[in-house]
Each structure stands twice: as C-alpha cells, then as structure tokens.
C-alpha cells in the first residue's frame, strides 16, 4: 500500500510560481508511474503529467507544457510538480498519484491506484 502526501499548494497571483511535493511511502516510486492531476470545483479531474523513472522520462500535456515541470528524486522518495507562469485557469486542487506498470495509458485518472489528498493552488488575477 502506497501512501501519497501532496504539499506546496498556496495562493499566487498571476505569473508567480509554486512548487508542489509529493512525498510516498509504503513503495518506492521508481516501481510505479507518478502522475499529476487537477480538479477545479465542478469540473472534472484532469491530467497534467507523468514521471517515469525508466529513462528518467516526462510527458506533460500541451495545456500546461513549457510552465510546468515534473521532476524527481529515487532517494527521497519524492516526486515534484514546478508550475511557473501561473494562470487564474491553473487554480485546482492538484493530486499525486501512482500507477503500476503496465496499463494502456497514464493520462487518466482510473489508470491510477493511490492517491494523495491533494493540495489546493489558487491563483489570482
């Protein structure tokens, strides 16, 4: 059992930046693939990118590429989101979560099997 804890989240005005955590325990993270996601109120949760660590690959969507970065760290067990160049439309409540390997696909939410609580960004105009 993976357990996910997000942390980092806050609130910024337009063009500032964040930097969100993830921090696992109960499984390394390299055995799995790290996924962020985003759920602004009454809206669907949505994918913004995944961390593998066979090849050290990224992929984030064009919605929030070249402003967003995933990077991580094996030893610590930790997995971050860097968000710059923020946008009132980036405000959400942004989620870890880990997914085993072998699924057909990574950017959906059911792909996943643990997630964290999340953590809330607000970003202001």
């Known amino acids: 059992q993976v357990q996910l804890v997000e942390s980092g989240g806050g609130s910024v005005q337009a063009g500032g930046s964040l930097r969100l955590s993830c921090a696992a325990s109960?499984?390394?993270?390299?055995?799995?693939?790290m996924g962020w996601f985003r759920q602004a109120p009454g809206k669907d949760r949505d994918f913004v990118g995944t961390?593998?660590?066979?090849?050290?690959?990224?992929y984030l969507p064009y919605s929030v590429e070249g402003r967003f970065t995933i990077s991580g760290d094996n030893a610590k067990n930790m997995v971050y989101l860097q968000m710059n160049s923020l946008e009132p439309e980036d405000t959400a409540v942004y989620y870890c979560?880990?997914?085993?390997?072998?699924?057909?696909?990574?950017?959906?939410?059911?792909?996943?099997?643990?997630w964290g609580q999340g953590t809330q960004v607000t970003v202001s105009s």
């Open positions: 979560a880990a997914a085993s390997f072998g699924r057909s696909g990574y950017t959906q939410p059911s792909s996943y099997d643990y």
């Open positions: 109960g499984g390394a993270v390299r055995r799995y693939v």
């Open positions: 961390i593998r660590w066979t090849g050290y690959s990224t």
